[in-house]
């Protein structure tokens, strides 16, 4: 009975937060917009602010827009009233989160700002607080009762507040056309860096590369091959185009007379490929479906890098 008790508890929990949700979203207005578009006209950064409970949304709204394109950064308001306000300067814009909209220790930033002429964009549930009354743009959250039965702990409140910080972030980023390639160059670490690098990120190049002509003997091909260590040399044309590879399987398939033997003569036609651009987990998925450990990356049919299954295994890269 206890843990019913306790799940039903949960339950009415995010049911709670999911209907305050939805009242968020279809209280959307011009003031949304408005932000957005004050936020497009800052060539300094988006300063984000607020105390306590929304303090810690506000690192994360920041976190989240200098991720996808907007610099940003979070500044603590009473730290703000010790120093930090000479963070903030012309062509800056500041978000600054209070549900209630009277916390004090956001006066002096509300000064600084209005004094400096650094616009404001104010989130806070009270359409009459100081805070909406004092800031270019107001963004008001609609009333919604907290998830907890007293009332009193900041729990819709903020949800509330990180969905809009998470829609802001998202419009701004779309508008900007910032792609997954932007992405990574913020997140070159982690998961999230691996699922975004690209082949050209880790193939070898240049003197790395196992290749060889159609007329080479195999038996120096067999140097070659072990030489560079990727256990296949790609056979070129005369225009350099590659025509084919050798594998171990065709040495096997050809051992009786592979010494007597050139690479044309031994050679697999058409391998598969791959582009430079191409996502690091489409070259694993290929390689696994192939049952293969390297490609060759061409570009306009010729070889200009290759890469091993390890190569992508050690970039973070995981096997589905």
């Not at 107001?138 to 409140?157: F, H, M, W, Y």
């Not at 701004?172 to 082949?199: D, K």
């Not at 040399?233 to 171990?248: A, C, E, P, S």
């Amino acid at each position: 009975m206890k843990n019913i008790k306790l799940l039903e508890i949960g339950q009415r929990v995010i049911n709670t937060e999911m209907l305050a949700l939805s009242a968020l979203s279809s209280s959307l207005d011009q003031s949304f917009s408005n932000a957005v578009e004050l936020i497009l006209t800052a060539t300094g950064r988006v300063i984000v602010s607020g105390m306590g409970k929304s303090g810690h949304i506000a690192r994360k709204i920041a976190s989240t827009l200098a991720s996808t394109g907007t610099p940003a950064h979070f500044v603590h308001p009473a730290e703000a009233s010790h120093g930090d306000l000479g963070m903030i300067v012309k062509g800056d814009i500041i978000i600054i989160l209070s549900n209630s909209g009277e916390t004090p220790e956001l006066a002096n930033l509300v000064a600084y700002s209005k004094k400096f002429e650094i616009p404001m964009i104010g989130i806070a549930q009270n359409k009459n607080s100081t805070l909406l009354q004092k800031t270019n743009v107001s963004i008001v959250l609609p009333e919604a009762k907290e998830a907890c039965e007293s009332g009193i702990v900041p729990t819709t409140s903020t949800t509330m507040t990180l969905a809009l910080g998470d829609a802001l972030s998202i419009a701004l980023m779309e508008h900007r056309n910032f792609t997954p390639s932007n992405f990574r160059e913020f997140h070159p670490g982690g998961n999230l860096g691996a699922q975004l690098s690209r082949v050209k990120d880790i193939m070898h190049t240049n003197d790395l590369l196992p290749l060889t002509d159609l007329n080479t003997p195999m038996d120096k091909v067999l140097i070659n091959m072990s030489k560079k260590g990727f256990g296949i040399v790609g056979v070129l044309d005369k225009q350099d185009n590659l025509l084919g590879i050798i594998t171990d399987g065709d040495l096997r398939r050809n051992m009786d007379t592979l010494l007597d033997m050139n690479a044309k003569e031994v050679m697999t036609i058409n391998p598969q490929v791959i582009e430079s651009k191409s996502l690091l987990v489409e070259a694993l998925k290929i390689m696994n479906s192939r049952k293969i450990t390297c490609l060759f990356v061409v570009e306009e049919n010729k070889p200009i890098g290759i890469i091993h299954i390890h190569d992508c295994l050690r970039a973070g890269i995981k096997q589905k």
